[in-house]
């Protein structure tokens, strides 16, 4: 029994870090340089009419 109580005291805690975590992503999702970082970065978002250009070469 107290085993059990210590691993739900573990899985509470891990759940604690998990969500200090998650608003932490929700407090920078409302920064709007981030939201775009994120939105050229892993969207490959862009605004219109603008050009991107890409150094393909590997240099």
């Known amino acids: 029994m107290e085993q059990q109580i210590l691993d739900i005291t573990q899985a509470c805690e891990d759940q604690r870090i998990a969500n200090k975590d998650i608003e932490r992503l929700i407090v920078m999702g409302e920064d ?3 939201v775009e970082r994120i939105a050229r970065e892993k969207l490959d978002y862009g605004y219109p009419n ?4 890409v ?4 240099n």
């Open 55 to 58: 150094d393909v070469s590997g």
């Open 50 to 53: 603008e050009h991107v250009y």
């Open 32 to 34: 709007e340089e981030y």
